[in-house]
């Protein structure tokens, strides 16, 4: 594959650089009173405050690259750091660095691997105020939704440093004949991992999924995307500092079409967050060269608002789950499923809930959302809110751009009345916009949650649990929410977590997170008598003595 047909494999195919031209596409002025300013604390640091050059010297030392480039804080759209850029030669430079340092990884004792992590969840928590100022300038976060991220690293390093040893344990099974044959599983790591991270979650997408990785005795090549990469470096540090050997962890950054194929063509395993385009490209780079990977993509999430929800709790839930990271999530909610005879009570809530969210851009706590990351995410909200009003929708809270405070501040959206016709109903928008439709039995509302190609992730509204959990298992979604939107089923950390149809293959999180990460072996030994003839016996003998043999074990039930 040349350069110019290189899939764009930066994680997601929206570029970080913050492009385009804001409060251009027809936008109505905001109206009064809805969506006010978070105020700004007295002494809130500033960018210049926290991108130091002696932090960027830090965190770019051991980064494989020998060009240049700069990333973005889609605050303002101002330069953040200057970068180290890595070309195809560098990312080939990197994995050998990380295959020559994998083996001696690999010896290392489990339970030393697994210090690491537990050491580097207190070092995370001790630290976090130092990460969520790189998330919240990196991506455009409120601190309280960068504080998610935190939340889930330390969840997933806490899971896997104390599970992994039982997880990579050697398993004794029983054999072809029980005493004779003596089998044991073995789980080796796969040599080294190529990652490849989108920019929404930097944190958690970044080192959160290189922990099982490199517990189970794998380097990992990492690109993170270029506007989010300090995030992402930090982590890296900081595991560095835990006691991670430093090439373990490799990080390249880089164009997506330039150096994200390179490490897709070189990882012993690949683990790829972002859309489903792409992701059917690194899977076929993947299969050309008969490597394993994973993929999580795209998702047009429901939540079902049953007719005996709690409709206040719904309200408060649907705006965390419609708005958190201004909706830029892969398991955030997009459209609303409605009982219609709740529909106008809920709706009332939500909408009231949803005007009244404060919008900023501080480095403090105290706003409720914060700014899309780019232009190119603004122009997709706007097309969206656009089209779906042509086609009759009515836009019931928001629907403005805001560069009032930001270059790509969009104010948190509602529209109700939305049909199949319309872009946003069957288009990941990825941003802070929700469509309500309304249904009148279960069957409908589960058959309309299922029409679709994506099944990432769903939530369900009900007073009744037993009700709540058979419609939940009807939805094809990886994850189910009751009476929650998504934080309850990923922050599950014992639990699988991926998707189903087009949105993905493979899970992050229990023994699936880390097993993926591992080839199994099978020894099985042989003791006292072959598996063959012996004894005296003829071959005929020999298959009557094992039909009986067959007959006796599933007599016993042994499996």
């Known amino acids: 594959m040349t350069d110019a047909q290189a899939p764009d494999l930066t994680g997601t195919d929206t570029p970080g650089t913050p492009t385009g031209t804001p409060g251009t596409t027809g936008a109505p002025a905001p109206a009064p009173g809805t969506n006010p300013v978070a105020p700004t604390p007295a002494g809130t640091r500033t960018a210049a405050d926290v991108v130091t050059p002696e932090l960027v010297a830090r965190l770019v030392k051991g980064v494989v690259g020998s060009g240049r480039t700069v990333n973005h804080t889609p605050f303002t759209g101002e330069k953040l750091a200057d970068l180290p850029e890595s070309t195809p030669e560098d990312v080939a430079r990197a994995f050998d660095l990380a295959r020559a340092a994998q083996a001696v990884w690999a010896a290392t004792p489990v339970r030393r691997r697994a210090a690491v992590l537990l050491r580097f969840h207190d070092l995370v928590l001790e630290r976090q105020a130092e990460v969520l100022d790189l998330i919240q300038l990196e991506t455009g976060k409120a601190r309280l939704h960068a504080h998610e991220e935190v939340q889930a690293v330390a969840m997933a390093a806490r899971h896997y440093g104390h599970r992994a040893g039982a997880y990579l344990r050697p398993k ?219 086609h009759g929708a009515r836009i019931v809270a928001g629907g403005a751009a805001r560069p009032d405070i930001g270059p790509f501040f969009h104010e948190p959206t509602i529209l109700d009345g939305v049909t199949e016709a319309m872009t946003v109903c069957a288009e990941e928008t990825f941003g802070p916009v929700v469509s309500v439709q309304r249904f009148r039995t279960d069957d409908e509302a589960v058959d309309r949650a299922n029409s679709t190609p994506y099944g990432l992730n769903s939530s369900v509204w009900t007073r009744d649990a037993r009700r709540g959990r058979a419609i939940g298992a009807r939805l094809r979604t990886g994850t189910v929410n009751l009476n929650e939107g998504y934080a309850s089923a990923y922050g599950s950390v014992r639990s699988p977590m991926g998707g189903m149809k087009d949105s993905g293959l493979g899970r992050r999180h229990g023994s699936e997170g880390i097993l993926k990460y591992t080839e199994t072996q099978t020894i099985a030994e042989q003791r006292l008598l072959p598996l063959a003839p012996a004894l005296g016996m003829d071959d005929e003998g020999y298959a009557r003595f094992m039909s009986r043999g067959l007959r006796a074990m599933k007599a016993f039930r042994l499996r």
């Open 172 to 390: 004794r099974h029983t054999g072809a004949i029980p005493v004779l044959t003596k089998v044991t599983e073995l789980r080796h790591p796969r040599g080294v991992v190529g990652q490849i991270v989108p920019w929404n979650y930097p944190l958690e997408l970044s080192v959160g999924d290189a922990l099982p990785a490199l517990v189970a005795g794998n380097a990992v090549v990492m690109k993170p995307d270029t506007e989010s990469c300090l995030t992402a470096l930090w982590a890296r540090d900081l595991l560095i500092e835990a006691g991670l050997p430093a090439d373990v962890l490799q990080a390249v950054i880089g164009l997506g079409p330039v150096v994200g194929p390179e490490v897709v063509k070189r990882g012993d395993y690949v683990s790829f967050t972002g859309s489903t385009r792409t992701g059917r490209e690194v899977a076929q780079i993947a299969a050309d060269r008969l490597v394993g990977f994973s993929l999580e993509l795209g998702g047009k999430n429901a939540m079902l608002v049953l007719d005996d929800a709690d409709l206040d709790k719904a309200a408060a839930g649907a705006v965390r789950a419609c708005f958190s990271s201004a909706g830029q999530l892969c398991v955030s909610i997009e459209r609303l499923l409605v009982h219609e005879s709740v529909a106008d009570a809920f709706l009332e809530r939500f909408a009231a809930r949803t005007r009244a969210m404060r919008l900023g851009s501080a480095l403090a706590y105290g706003a409720d959302m914060g700014s899309l990351v780019s232009g190119q995410q603004l122009d997709t909200v706007r097309r969206h809110i656009e089209d779906a009003v042509a």
